[in-house]
């Protein structure tokens, strides 16, 4: 079946850096554009950034540009988001999601915390 | 940015109500508007899409309607695991695709 499974989150101090990881399988992982969308404790979603189904085009929300990367493997059917110079404002659930056709979130992986704190 | 503002923020129903609640989008967005269930420490679930489209295994109790600003996702008779929160998203203008900021349905 059609699945998204994150890795990565944990504990980390701010300025420090990570990367989350997005495996997924039952589709054809090069053909669709791939979403991040976190989720602060207790508080809404928020869209993170989305890279097209080739790796052509990235696009990042302001509060992460220049600090978060986007990149896909489609070898190893993974995505990864590389987030440096991390902020306490990072804490949140990360979740992957697959685009599709009208740009609706479908499937969603399951989620993975990163908590930033010294 | 377009910004979707949800309403209420919160509500209390019986099962067996039917809810209804509003997304308004600050510009005009078609009908590209897309609406999300989330339940406790679970990752959201695609309800409608393109307004109006039941997504596949979804119970037709859910449906959705609207074009341009205003939105409804309506439950025609809310069942014990409808109780979770409910997402609107626009996908018109992207980058940046925005959600709404929920709409709490709770027991009463």
């Known amino acids: 079946q059609v699945q998204l499974v994150e890795s990565g989150g944990g504990v980390f101090q701010p300025g420090r850096s990570l990367r989350l990881s997005c495996a997924a399988s039952?589709?054809?992982?090069?053909?669709?554009?791939m979403h991040w969308v976190r989720q602060a404790p207790g508080k809404g979603l928020e869209w993170v950034a989305v890279?097209?189904?080739?790796?052509?085009?990235?696009y990042y929300t302001d509060s992460v540009k220049g600090r978060f990367t986007l990149s896909r493997d489609s070898s190893k059917s993974t995505l990864y988001l590389q987030m440096n110079s991390l902020r306490a404002e990072d804490t949140a659930v990360y979740y992957c999601a697959r685009e599709e056709e009208w740009a609706q979130f479908d499937p969603w992986g399951q989620g993975t915390l990163v908590t930033v704190s010294s | 940015d377009i910004q979707l503002t949800q309403s209420p923020s919160s509500l209390s129903a019986s099962v067996g109500d039917r809810v209804t609640i509003t997304c308004r989008a600050s510009q005009s967005i078609s009908t590209y508007l897309n609406w999300y269930q989330q339940k406790p420490g679970k990752a959201p679930k695609l309800l409608i899409y393109a307004a109006s489209n039941l997504q596949s295994g979804v119970p037709s109790r859910f449906s959705g309607s609207g074009s341009g600003t205003d939105f409804t996702l309506t439950i025609s008779s809310l069942q014990p695991e409808d109780f979770a929160t409910y997402y609107c998203?626009?996908?018109?203008?992207?980058?940046?695709?925005?959600f709404g900021g929920g709409t709490k349905v709770e027991i009463k």
């Open positions: 890279i097209s189904y080739d790796g052509s085009n990235k």
């Open positions: 039952g589709f054809t992982f090069s053909s669709y554009a």
């Open positions: 998203q626009q996908s018109y203008s992207t980058p940046p695709l925005t």
